[in-house]
């Protein structure tokens, strides 16, 4: 069965011989909890896969303790080094090619000729990693399409009996994954919004992002940002402007009146806040809401900028229709 290990030097060091032996370890970073494995492991790297149910075409992101350590994997243009400078440990992945000697499994890459790397923020992660000594990749510790998880009691909701172990890091201080920005091309790509906002990118690159045809509507840009993905099980209905008594409501600032179960992401309207609770509000309305017969989780108007361009595009794909 899966080991629920503390968030102690034992509970890390227990983490880390699990990874090292090829195992599978779920662990919390700043954005949500990944399902950890060594990254130069093709089986370990290959179980990831199965014990989500992911499809074999979505590559892997990898974690590493600094920008020093992930820049022996991947070429990093001067670029890079200046986003890796200034946003990590943080909420960003680059995009980068392949280094000639990069020790990433190529499963974790899906054969393409680059690789997504990040140094994630957190001071039991950075423990991990540094205990670990090689890359670990972590997609978020969820089956394939579901919902993120946000802490330790969500991965083993998904993934209990399926992975050996969760080091219980608490809860995600971001709430949302890291924002993807692929540098592998003439000019920096937003492939998925997240943790670190554009206004704050284009900032640090003193330039405008390429953002393909929606990093804000339901076009997947990130290979495997399959359009239905963070999926509840009940259906979810976007910008509602009045709700339902047979509706939960996911609400945002001052709360629409007519739901018998809501969940506010921020009374102050605060994006910080609110990305903090998205994935836990998602989980709770959608598990509530059909314990009590509810037929649709209603979304109330997020705006789209700032934080609010990654927590609007989770919600587009929990909204999304399903395969
Ligand atoms: O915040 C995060 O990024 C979390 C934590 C655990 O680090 N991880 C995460 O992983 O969100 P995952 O697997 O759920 O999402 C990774 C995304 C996928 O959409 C994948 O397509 C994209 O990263 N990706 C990874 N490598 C890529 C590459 N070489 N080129 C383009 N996209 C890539
Ligand atoms: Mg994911």
Not at 120 to 136: H, K
């Amino acid at each position: 069965d899966t080991r629920l290990l503390h968030n102690d030097p034992q509970g890390i060091e227990a983490a880390a011989t699990i990874l090292r032996a090829g195992g599978l370890v779920a662990f919390g970073t700043e954005t949500v909890y990944g399902l950890g494995a060594d990254a130069r492991n093709d089986r370990a790297v290959a179980a990831i896969y199965t014990a989500k149910g992911r499809p074999g075409i979505n590559p892997l992101i990898s974690h590493f303790v600094s920008a020093d350590a992930a820049f022996e994997q991947v070429a990093a243009s001067p670029l890079a080094r200046r986003l890796a400078a200034r946003f990590w440990p943080g909420p960003l992945t680059l995009v980068l090619p392949r280094a000639e000697e990069c020790a990433i499994s190529t499963i974790a890459t899906a054969g393409l000729p680059t690789a997504g790397v990040r140094v994630p923020a957190g001071a039991t992660t950075q423990a991990l990693l540094a205990a670990c000594g090689f890359p670990v990749v972590a997609p978020s510790a969820n089956p394939s399409g579901r919902v993120s998880p946000s802490d330790a009691q969500h991965v083993l909701a998904g993934l209990d009996g399926r992975i050996d172990a969760v080091l219980d890091c608490g809860p995600c201080r971001v709430g949302v994954e890291s924002t993807i920005v692929d540098l592998s091309g003439e000019r920096p790509v937003l492939l998925r919004p997240g943790g670190i906002t554009l206004e704050a990118l284009e900032d640090a690159c003193g330039a405008p992002l390429v953002t393909p045809a929606g990093s804000n509507d339901i076009n997947p840009s990130a290979p495997g940002q399959l359009s239905s993905h963070y999926a509840p099980g009940l259906p979810v209905r976007l910008d509602a402007d009045t709700v339902a008594s047979d509706e939960a409501l996911l609400a945002f600032g001052s709360e629409l009146p007519g739901s018998p179960l809501v969940w506010n992401l921020s009374r102050t309207a605060d994006l910080h806040e609110a990305a903090a609770r998205l994935f836990a509000g998602l989980r709770f309305l959608d598990m509530e809401g059909r314990r009590r017969g509810l037929v649709r989780i209603a979304v109330q108007h997020v705006p789209g900028h700032g934080l609010g361009r990654a927590i609007r595009d989770r919600l587009i794909r929990a909204a999304s229709p399903r395969p």
